[in-house]
Structure formats: structure tokens, C-alpha cells
């Protein structure tokens, strides 16, 4: 029940900061919609540990800065090769094993890495992450696994 209710404020909070309305019909309304996406959760029986991963949070505050700073470094090196004059780009399909065995896990790395100007996840597995690097530089980032150990971390995995 407590994940209910922490699910239903964090669904309105989300609400309110997306909507920027304050009227009392709107805010009614988006209580009500957060009220009946949780009810809905609860019949289909998926509010459980992943869905509120309030464990994660500590993690996430030290996760979601080096992420940021990810994708600025990346930002920076992407915009360099597009305004080369010679355009020094090298795609590349990266294949690699991950280390994290959660969904949450997963799914946070192989977002991470998209989230990263110059690589694109493409598949993700259990065993194995396909990944598009724009350059070499960006193909080796993946195959060294710095992200990889982050987001293992991040899971819970030390």
C-alpha cells in the first residue's frame, strides 16, 4: 500500500511540473488520473519493487551528475566531427556482455548509452547489447566498459 501511495504522489508531482496548471479542475483531474493509473497497476499487479525503486534513489544521485557529464563530453566530441570539414565519422556495431542481471539494471545502461550523442542502443539482452558508435572513439568508450561497471553499480551490484 505504501508503494501505492508513493506511487500516486510521484505520478501527480510528475503531473504538476509537466502541466504548470494550477486550477483546482486541472489539479482534480490529475489527481484523479494519477489515483486511477495506480489502481489500474495494483489490478494488473505490477506496483512492486521496480515500479518505485525508492532504493535507488541514493544511487541515482551520484548516477544521474556523471551521466550529465556523459553527455556533455559526447555533446562536445560529436559536435567536433560534424564541423570537421572531412567529417571523421567511422560507424561501428559494438557488441558487448553486461554485467547488470535487473531490469532496472539493463534498462538504465542501455538508456545511458543512448542517451549519449554518438551512440545508439539497439538491442539489448540478457547476454549481449548491440550498440551503433558514430566514431572509434565512441565504439572504444563502449568496449571499455566504464559505463558498464557505473551502471552495475548503480543496480546494486558492487
Not at 30 to 38: D, E, P, Q, T, Y
Not at 43 to 48: L, P
Request: charged share 15%; aromatic share 10%; net charge neutral.
Amino acid at each position: 500500500m505504501l508503494r501505492a501511495i508513493g506511487s500516486v504522489v510521484l505520478l501527480f508531482a510528475f503531473w504538476v511540473v509537466l502541466s504548470g496548471f494550477f486550477t483546482p479542475f486541472l489539479l482534480a483531474a490529475g489527481l484523479g488520473s494519477s489515483i486511477a493509473v495506480v489502481w489500474f497497476a495494483r489490478r494488473m499487479n505490477v506496483v512492486d519493487q521496480e515500479s518505485l525503486p525508492l532504493h535507488l534513489v541514493p544511487r541515482a544521485l551520484w548516477y544521474w551528475p556523471w551521466l550529465m557529464k556523459e553527455i556533455a563530453v559526447s555533446a562536445w566530441a560529436v559536435t567536433r566531427v560534424v564541423v570537421h570539414p572531412r567529417m571523421p565519422i567511422a560507424p561501428e556495431l559494438v557488441r558487448f556482455r553486461p554485467t547488470q542481471r535487473t531490469a532496472v539494471g539493463l534498462c538504465t545502461h542501455a538508456n545511458s548509452i543512448t542517451l549519449t550523442p554518438g551512440t545508439i542502443t539497439v538491442e539489448v539482452g540478457a547476454d549481449e547489447i548491440l550498440v551503433h558508435a558514430l566514431t572509434a572513439e565512441a565504439a572504444e568508450g563502449v568496449r571499455s566498459g566504464g559505463m558498464d561497471q557505473l551502471a552495475t553499480r548503480f543496480e546494486g551490484r558492487d
